[in-house]
């Protein structure tokens, strides 16, 4: 059974930080493209950024240069460092797994949502 928890979110205020972590588990994580979407109140589902099974990395224009994802095979772990932050990334960020090795922004398995606030 797949499963994805995050963890992280919280408040910050304009140009602070917050690292957000996914938990995988139920399937060969190192096999698979990871990624985060993000849901602002009010709006759309936003596709953030993902991680190939490999390591090559995508990013969405609205946070290219701020933020940035890794992963970690060996603990089954995928992190988002967000730096810069602006009010507009308030949202609900959710953690993913896609469907093939490669990033094509689609996703398969989400986790439950991380809430991230970012307000002077």
């Known amino acids: 059974q797949v499963q994805l928890v995050e963890s992280g979110g919280g408040l910050a205020q304009p140009g602070g930080s917050l690292r957000l972590s996914c938990a995988a588990s139920?399937?060969?994580?190192?096999?698979?493209?990871m990624g985060w979407a993000r849901q602002a109140p009010g709006k759309g589902l936003e596709w953030v950024s993902g991680i190939s099974a490999g390591g090559e990395t995508h990013y969405g224009d609205a946070v290219k240069g701020r933020f940035t994802i890794s992963r970690d095979n060996s603990n089954n772990t995928v992190l988002l460092q967000m730096n810069s932050l602006l009010p507009e990334d308030t949202a609900l960020y959710y953690c993913?797994?896609?469907?093939?090795?490669?990033?094509?922004?689609?996703?398969?398995?989400w986790g439950q949502g991380a809430q991230v606030t970012v307000s002077s």
């Open positions: 139920g399937f060969i994580f190192s096999s698979y493209a």
């Open positions: 993913a797994k896609g469907p093939h090795w490669y990033v094509d922004r689609s996703y398969d398995y």
